[in-house]
């Protein structure tokens, strides 16, 4: 897997795959998920970009409480 640090909080991002290789959910499923609110909305690194990423904390926090 690569590293994708955000500039502001050096803080470990990850990409939908690696989000869904994590939680053995669907892409598709994880962007129901986003969209209803059952799953952090990922964050714009590169605010004029297209991509997105997920901060690793959200994403511990949610299979924490599952």
Request: hydrophobic share 35%; with cysteine; charged share 25%.
């Amino acid at each position: 897997m690569k590293h994708m640090f955000s500039s502001e909080t050096n803080e470990r991002l990850l990409t939908y795959e690696e989000v869904c290789a994590v939680t053995q959910l669907s892409q598709a499923t994880l962007r129901r998920y986003v969209r209803s609110g059952r799953f952090p909305a990922p964050i714009k690194p590169n605010p004029s970009g297209r991509a997105v990423r997920f901060r690793i904390q959200d994403v511990r926090n949610w299979l924490d409480r599952l």
